[in-house]
Nanobody
Framework: QVQLVESGGGLVQPGGSLRLSCAASGTSFSGRVLGWYRQAPGKQRELVAA???????NYADSVKGRFTISRDNAKRWIYLKMNSLKPEDTAVYYC???????????WGQGTQVTVSS
């Protein structure tokens, strides 16, 4: 059984930092695209950052220069370091492990990030 469990969310002031973690079990990272998505209230889920198995990384324009995705293949963890957080970053953040053709597509349960003073 595949499980993706996110942690590290919470309340942070504007300008602050958080690091999200995603622990994966029951699935390999080999050949997979690892990603973070977010969904704000009333909005569609959107891609935040994605890393291919070859190490290519794609960031949403809104987070470029502030967020960094990384992974630990051996331990099967995915991380998202978020700096210079803004109120508009407030959302539920989900980790994702998928194949390139989306035939395999796993989601975590999400972790809430709230940026507010």
């Amino acid at each position: 059984q595949v499980q993706l469990v996110e942690s590290g969310g919470g309340l942070v002031q504007p300008g602050g930092s958080l690091r999200l973690s995603c622990a994966a079990s029951g699935t390999s990272f080999s050949g997979r695209v690892l990603g973070w998505y977010r969904q704000a209230p009333g909005k569609q889920r959107e891609l935040v950052a994605a890393m291919s198995s070859g190490g290519d990384i794609n960031y949403a324009d809104s987070v470029k220069g502030r967020f960094t995705i990384s992974r630990d293949n051996a331990k099967r963890w995915i991380y998202l370091k978020m700096n210079s957080l803004k109120p508009e970053d407030t959302a539920v953040y989900y980790c994702n492990v998928r194949s390139a053709n989306y035939v395999v597509n796993y989601w975590g349960q999400g972790t809430q990030v709230t940026v507010s003073s």
